[in-house]
């Protein structure tokens, strides 16, 4: 049996259990100097003076870092990383100094002492659709078409007879990682090291080599392991440059850390999302319109579009269709990625309308997809590389025992309890973006892997020894691993479920190459026989097709009716997500995906204080995730699917499809349990309270 | 403990020995340093995590004279003379705890950030079913304990673990491996 497909343990699992496993906050050189950051306390305006007399006083301190006296840094196209370039405020939160002492407790207490004053402007914070700075952005994140309109949909709605018109609502969402964004930075000469929290380290050169202004090769950053990102370690954070910049000015080495409050406004989160969705449907339940608009906000110094319309152009089949994006700028923390960016409201949105037209329909809502199913993407129409939403609702929908359901809402009661199940749908792109990697032959019979991948926690290191070893045809003992690395072979981040294709392709590359070569080498040198692939050519050269993972979630609702709690005793989610490469890591990614999602249907909830001018939540208290208690056995199955037309690792990626339609299942099984639609997540206990019959 | 004099250049610290790891250490600390920075910053031990510094994750979680505590919110100066157990001593040389091995084979973990906290969490939540120490998931308070101590199912684990969260969403493989710790320990 192939190494592939084998459900191997984490590489670096004793380690993590033993505790030896170091992070990037997780070393001091000789000399550092711990970093603190002061942040803006008015959202809007300008500094007007900064005095640092107080904290330069105290023990221990060396450095205070302001705009004025900061290093002029390049602009990478990124504003965030702009930090102390100039007296400008424009969000609450936003680093307005730095300080540097011998210990964290001296530069903690010094921050605090930073005497800063502000010329405040008004602010402005909300969300609305019909803000009058909305506009239409040049193009969504990842260069999504802004609008895209398909025939009439106007004409379409005025002429079914079955329609829905409603307005869902994600508040933003804060990817709170467990381990906070940090780095350790030194120079050497003009030659600079950091250890950063990054989910890829050649992104973070790139952008951190422009900032600075230095050479690429002179700089080498490295992420050994990564306490979680979902996004938010994705682009370079200010903490990087901070750390960067502070270190050259002081001449000693830097090690920064964001506080779990910091990381509310520093290192990015979703937008608040609203969507207008509007669907038409003959009584047959064929739909004739799908309409997403969708409304989101970006920050006064960064546009980051969260592109919540854009699954909604891949998912059914509609004869006319229209969607698109308006965002507003408001003096609000900069918006940026978390997990499934685009998919994640935009199905809660579509998913749960389609549950309401189903009701609407008296169809099955597992039918009523089944039956839209469209032949080919709907959007560019092009050819599916394969599409397997059918076949996971139908096998979900065996294995959670969906046919004996009764589709009436509101009549399950279990003693204090009422009980419901819901379903929705669930897409994500197959992405794949070119790679490196360098396989090195030794005489002793060991192979080594070098491949800056990064393992954030899905099990990328291990992976990437299995796709090494099934490409030389050895067994997965013999493969050192080196990723994580800068000075390693470059390689895609960790992000947009494409790490493992994009890695996996450029390895099996190298490996095929190995091979070859080494028939003829009669004899291995002591140095080793190496092979560096690049897969450029080939990513470039790939037929244009729609790409995309499935999946379908079921989930069962208990909402308490003494308290209108929420409680979910059972989620199952069925994908078809192409090869899967190792069982075990993979269903850690499904099965924490859907914890994800159950986490932001029920708990997670941001609420803007617009006398602050800021998110009114910076903590594990003020901003609940799911903790244990919060979280059942969650059911995983996969379809086994071969899909020539991907990448040759014929992995579709896994770490965001399991996210994305959780909440709209667990949303409509709460509709199913009460008869209440929650069109505004989360859904807490005040949102079904008052509507729910008396328990007695 | 002795304070030593407040000087205008220096912070007010205390020499202190903290006995970590069975591993007695003479140090002198700052008094505001907490446990965990200490830990972390003074002794090298980095496998006790920060994940927000406010006893809201448990990341940073350590037993205190057999105690789980958060070591964030403990400060150094406070428990000398307390015999303190970190991830990095849990294991009996190359032979991992229970509850590590426990972790390992359920792979109870993604990003491994959590994890050090997870695993001293459980090391304390099983000395306490052991003493019979209900939680809220028990159904009768007055019937817990058999000569074992509390026999944990899956909601007293998820439960009795709440304080220690993961953003990775391993939590669902974590509660079979401590139910596998505690069969282990009753062996």
Known sequence: MSVLGRPLARLEGREKVTGSARYAFESSPPGVLYAWIVQSTIANGTIREIDSGEALGMPGVRFVMTWQNALALNDAGDAELLVLQSRQISYRGQVVALVLAETLEQAREAAAQVSVTYDSEPADVSLSTTHPRLYAPAYTNAMFATDSVVGDVEAALGAAPVTIDATYSTPAAFNNPMEPHATVAEWHGDDLDLLDATQGTNWARETISAVFGLPPESVRIRSQHVGGGFGSKGPTRPNAVLAAMAARLVGRPVKIAYTRQMMFGLSGYRSPTISHIRLAAEADGRLTAVSHEAFGQVSPIQEFVEQTAVPTRHMYAAPNRLTTHRVVALNLPTPSYMRGPGETPGLYALESGMDELAAALGIDPVELRILNEPAIDPESGEAFSSRNLVGCLRRGAERFGWSARDPRPAVRRDGRWLVGTGVAASIYPADVVPSTARITAYPNGRFELAVNATDIGTGARTVVMQIAADSLGVEASCIDVRIGDTALPAAAPAGASWGTASWGWAIMKAGAALLEALQTTPRIPDSGLSVLSDTAEEVAAMTKMARFAFGAQFVEARVDLESGEVTVPRMLGVFAAGRILNPRTARAQFVGGMTMGLSMALHEDAVVDANAADYANRDFASYHIAAHADVPDIDVEWLDEEDGNITPTGGKGVGEIGMVGTAAAVANAVWHATGIRVRDLPIHPDKLIEQLPSPY | ?187
């Open chain 2, 1 to 187: 403990m002795s304070p030593s004099e407040v000087r205008p250049n220096s912070a007010p610290s205390s020499s202190i020995a903290l006995s970590v790891n069975g591993r007695e250490r003479a140090l002198e600390v700052d008094n505001r340093a907490s446990l965990l920075d200490t830990l972390r910053e003074r002794l090298d031990l980095t496998g006790t995590k920060k994940g927000c510094d406010h006893g809201q994750c448990g990341a940073c979680t350590v037993l205190v004279a057999g105690r789980r505590v958060n070591s964030c919110l403990t400060l150094a100066v406070a428990v000398e003379g307390d015999e303190i157990v970190t991830v990095e001593g849990l294991s009996d040389g190359d032979r991992l705890h229970p509850v590590q091995q426990a972790f390992l084979e359920r792979d109870g973990f993604q990003c491994g950030y959590c994890t050090p906290g997870q695993i001293c969490s459980t090391v304390g939540l099983l000395a306490e079913a052991k003493k019979g120490w209900p939680s809220h998931a028990t159904a009768d308070v007055s019937h817990v304990c058999g000569p074992e101590g509390v026999t944990l199912d899956e909601n007293e684990v998820r439960e009795r673990l709440s304080g220690n969260l993961c953003r990775c969403g391993a939590y669902a493989n974590m509660v079979p491996a401590v139910l596998d710790a505690q069969a282990a320990e009753r062996r």
